[in-house]
């Protein structure tokens, strides 16, 4: 952790948490990002429980929706936030406890270490208790995305994961759900950015997943073709 302070002590790092329904984790997951000594924006995207009670008093700062906009449209929310605050460095994860903050550092390190733009978290490297359809859905994916982006993306549909601010301020994002995290990738490689992946913590338990396999894999495939048509990035 001192290597960390040090290396980084003079950029600003803000923990960007897109939150659904997410009362019973978020407290606890915004205490332990404060701990680390950073920054914690949530956006309570039109949840009907107690998420936004809960991650004002763990300390964050909590950006509202008025319905259920995506998880794309929460996170756009949230970077907004952070490039008209300053922030040099942002870090995303989810809400429901699948991301542990202890890996936080780890970003940091493999940031500083390889002069990434984009460090993304791997879960590959460890996918222990992942769902065996999830687990191949994910190695195909991610050997399609690292194809297109022409970098070795071991697991891109993690999306916890540091990101320099410049890159936000590059690219434009047109995502609206769960597709976002791979036009992020697709769209920084053809800027130029370099991304770099990291060993994370596989952390399953009895969540449902809020993804709908029908439907988000429709939207995913749509959205690559239309990423593939455009040249202008």
Known sequence: MAYIQGVLAAMRLAVVIPAHNEGQTIGPLVKAVKALGHDCIVINDGSADQTRAMALEAGAVVLDTPVKSGKGNALKMGFDYVKTKGYELLVTMDGDGQHAPSDIPALEVCYKAKGADIV???????????????????????????????????????????????????????????????????????????????????IYSNEISKIQPMRDTGRFIAYLWRELRDKNG
């Open 120 to 202: 993304n978290g791997n879960r590959m490297a460890n996918p222990t208790g992942m769902p065996w359809l999830r687990l191949f859905t994910n190695h195909l994916m991610s050997s399609l995305i690292s194809l297109i982006c022409r970098q070795h993306i071991p697991d891109t549909q993690c999306g916890f994961r540091l990101l320099k601010t410049k890159v936000l301020e590059a690219v434009h994002l047109r995502s609206s759900d769960f597709e976002i995290e791979t036009e992020v990738l697709i769209k920084a490689s053809k800027k130029g950015f370099k991304i770099a992946s990291v060993g994370i913590q596989t």
